[in-house]
């Protein structure tokens, strides 16, 4: 089945020790997102790849970083994770250009901060 | 700037009830408004996808609604069972770009 894949589920870091996490999809999608979800609050869009071009949203902090090698994969780098960043990190890929652009998400990393 | 709301923030409910969760936005040019459900420490399914020229979309016992011009959308679950036990977010998008998430309706249905 097509789908959207995160690794890994649960990661736990320490206070500033860099941490990446990995999203790969199945769909060939053009499109890639990343966003946090804190404990009971929404999804909040930290950045996106249409294609190669990478779009960051404009309060992401500069902590937050991206790289997308080709289209099926998308990692996001945290490089000095603070106690603030803990939160469920969701990867979701579309395919603009239709009429559609609906979203898929993947199954989510939890991210624990010690 | 969009704003997405969703009432109740929480819901419980006796199996076998139809019920109806609620979405507001405050920008009415969207793209399209998506339903989702997502269950606890996991990550979001897509339930129903409604294109901005659309009014409804139905798979199973649910139908979303969506009145653009007044900034609202209905999910609406027939027959509820507990296995719908779940948070509900809507989410709208501008062109072809993110989406805008409300806060979630967490719903309980008991047996």
């Known amino acids: 089945d097509a789908m959207v894949i995160q690794n890994p589920r649960y990661q736990v870091t320490q206070f500033g020790k860099p941490v990446t996490l990995s999203c790969s999809q199945t769909?060939?999608?053009?499109?890639m997102y990343w966003y946090q979800q804190k404990s009971s609050q929404a999804p909040k869009l930290l950045f996106h790849?249409?294609?190669?071009?990478?779009?960051n949203e404009a309060d992401t902090p500069d902590n937050f970083q991206s790289r997308r090698p080709n289209t099926s994969f998308c990692f996001l780098d945290i490089r000095s994770p603070g106690l603030g960043d803990a939160a469920m990190y969701l990867c979701?890929?579309?395919?603009?250009?239709?009429?559609?652009?609906?979203?898929?998400f993947g199954p989510g990393t939890r991210l624990t901060v010690l | 700037k969009q704003e997405v709301t969703q009432i109740p923030a929480a819901l419980s409910v006796p199996e076998g009830e139809n019920l109806v969760l609620n979405c507001s936005f405050t920008?009415?040019?969207?793209?399209?408004l998506q339903w989702f459900r997502q269950d606890p420490g996991k990550g979001l399914t897509s339930l129903l996808l409604?294109?901005?020229?659309?009014r409804e979309q139905t798979s199973g016992r649910l139908n979303a609604s969506l009145d653009k011009s007044s900034g609202r959308s209905t999910l609406y679950i027939a027959a509820s069972q507990p296995g719908d036990s779940a948070t509900y977010l809507c989410?709208?998008?501008?062109?072809?770009?993110?989406?805008?998430f409300g806060t979630g309706t967490r719903l309980q249905v008991f047996p």
């Open positions: 769909l060939n999608h053009n499109v």
């Open positions: 409604i294109q901005s020229s659309q």
């Open positions: 920008d009415s040019a969207i793209y399209n």
């Open positions: 790849y249409y294609d190669k071009d990478f779009n």
């Open positions: 979701a890929t579309s395919r603009a250009g239709t009429s559609l652009n609906e979203q898929f």
């Open positions: 989410a709208v998008s501008h062109n072809t770009d993110k989406l805008i």
